[in-house]
């Protein structure tokens, strides 16, 4: 990859930033000089030259906004946004209410230095494959449903430690649909996820009150994900065997399908939004030509 003399220079830039929105308490700051500067390193840099002019219409139409913004109090908006790192510095979000794509240049900065081009690029595409699931959710589907079969089919396998990988279209278009209705209407939908996933007793190698535990387990950390991130992250830090299970096997079924082992995320958001699948693709196979397609749809 080109180092960008312009990405070390829009670090730097002094730029009159301005209030573009407010949101949950927080002000969002950019400006016309800070969106163009952006739009400049994008079409500049070899990782993103193809895909320029739709992020540059998507910066345009307010949809992606570079800005600057409170970080601290960030936190308190984990159940309305996905990120991509939850337990690191947050380099970029989607925020679910407001359907827009946030990338903070001032975190990019505190993290990695001199503006690390490739890192802001990697977030830029992780968090538009969110954009596309909530606002498109049946153009998601259709283009990567082959990609989240093989997904959910290996980590059932190994969660559940069936003897031969499972059918799981029903459960990708569930979890699909989730994920288009927003997280409120989930919970109402536990039921018929939990019936889905129990069709997996019948292949399972494990005993039947093993079997059910993981399964009772499996919803609550499912629950304990969406609706209090924090107490999840500390169960996974003091190594709470349970938790990690589901956290182990949602990580290794990222080799098992596409063989690539996932060194960006701490994996969860994958039991209720498949779009977090192909963000974690996005960011080890950012050249995968099906993710580089979304920005045309996108724009
Ligand atoms: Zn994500």
């Not at 001199?114 to 606002?135: P, Y």
């Amino acid at each position: 990859m080109r180092k960008s003399k312009n990405v070390q220079e829009l670090f730097t830039l002094p730029v009159n930033l301005e209030p573009v929105l407010y949101t949950d308490g927080i002000m969002v700051y950019s400006s016309e000089g800070l969106r163009n500067k952006f739009k400049e390193v994008i079409s500049g840099l070899e990782s993103t030259k193809d895909i320029a002019p739709y992020i540059a219409k998507l910066i345009e139409n307010g949809i992606i906004i570079p800005c600057y913004m409170n970080k601290g109090i960030l936190k308190f908006l984990s159940y309305k946004i996905f990120s991509r790192k939850e337990e690191q510095g947050i380099m970029g979000f989607y925020h679910l209410g407001q359907k827009k794509v946030f990338i903070l240049i001032e975190n990019n900065i505190t993290f990695w230095g001199h503006g690390n081009d490739k890192i802001m690029t990697l977030t830029l595409l992780h968090e538009c494959m969110h954009l596309l699931a909530d606002t498109k959710p049946k153009t998601f589907w259709t283009m990567f449903s082959s990609e989240l079969n093989s997904y959910y089919q290996e980590f059932l396998k190994e969660y559940f430690q069936l003897k031969s990988l499972p059918k799981t279209d029903k459960l990708v278009k569930l979890l699909t649909v989730f994920e288009g209705e927003g997280r409120s209407k989930i919970t109402s939908r536990f039921a018929q996820y939990k019936t889905i996933i129990s069709e997996t007793r019948e292949d399972t190698t494990l005993k039947e009150d093993e079997y059910q535990e993981r399964l009772d387990t499996y919803f609550k950390v499912l629950d304990m994900g969406m609706n209090d991130t924090s107490t999840l992250i500390n169960k996974i830090y003091n190594r709470d065997k349970t938790v990690l299970r589901i956290i182990v096997s949602l990580y290794k079924s990222y080799h098992a399908a596409f063989k690539v082992t996932n060194t960006v995320t701490t994996p969860f958001q994958e039991m209720f939004a498949p779009s977090e699948v192909l963000c974690v693709l996005s960011e080890l196979k950012p050249s995968y030509s099906k993710i580089r397609k979304i920005f045309k749809i996108l724009a």
